[in-house]
């Protein structure tokens, strides 16, 4: 199997793993950090960590860990199986969904995992086209008009990376009911909800042919424990999922289940931080785009937290994209999207006046670019 290189990952780990890192990290999509002292320093309890047998997990995850995974969503716990990151989970929904000739319907842009993944697993790639120019909606009528008599999968990204738009819940029920009718289930990668600008949209997890993938990496902020779902309800596939999962991984290490087990009980606790950070940052990100309008041009994002403007020259961004990552400023070339004229601007990871530089020195750099 000849992977394609995962060019995004690729950029992010040459500057936030180098010694130092990166100043200003604007090409992360995650929020602001948690270290595992501040997490436990949420609450009371003493013993959270001390008693966990460091063995293996259940193939579906500890019941405390579903409890509070199905309480956030709002569905029965039974429906959840943990998985390691969202990443997991979709690559056992691609697994399980294969067959000769098969494809799958995703958006475009995505994030670039969800074609490699679907290819490994033998599957095509049709894409529905999220235009810019139709503020990166997601519409039923397009994701429909992309599926064919092979298709074995649908899957919207709602908030969407890279574009932070967002799929009403009337639309993605349309969408969900109209797949039925093809036997197509649909997946929703929720993996940013419920981070959004304007009203708080619930969950797609109850929605009828619908399978939810989220995780604690985004909205949660907690990347490093590598916690993910999938939410389904229909109690067959479940069975063929968590039997993957037993395949794949055999299980979560305890110790992050026990952790991740601590933090969704106190989520609005980590929620409210990502909001109030994402919330104020946006707002700068607003001005600064103002003030660049007549070199970028952007849809601003209604969750999430990145966003996806875009040269209004059409040039390349991956060489401003280097030129600023050397004055210490990370954004991602949008290249790793295969758009590049783009460039993704993740804006809930540094603090307001840590994020007032880094956009000045943005600015900066873009007009000496310009002149160059
Ligand atoms: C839309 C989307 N889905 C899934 C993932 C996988 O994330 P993780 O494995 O950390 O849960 C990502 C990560 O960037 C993402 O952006």
Redesign the pocket.
Known sequence: MDLPPFLLDHWLAKYQFASPPIAFDLAA?TGPKWTVGELLSLGTETSRLDDVTVSYAPAEGSSALREEIGEFLGVDPDWVVVT???????SVLLCLAARPGGNVVLPSP??P??EAMANVWGLGARHYNMAREGNYRQSARDVLAAADGETVLALV?TP??PTGAIMSPDETGTLAAALAERRVPLIV?E??HPLYFGARPPSAASMSNVLV?G????ALSL?GL???WIVDADPERRKKIIDARSYFTISSSPVLEALATHALRYRETLLARLQAVAEENLAALSEHMERVADILAWVKPAGGTVAFPWFRDGRDSRPFCEALAAKGVLVAPGDCFAMPDHMRVGFAVLKGDQFAEALSILEGTLREHLRE
């Open positions: 999509s390691t990151g969202a990443s997991e989970a979709l995505a994030f995992a969800f990204n969407h990376n990668d993996v940013y993938i995780d604690m990496s985004k990347a590598r916690m993910g």
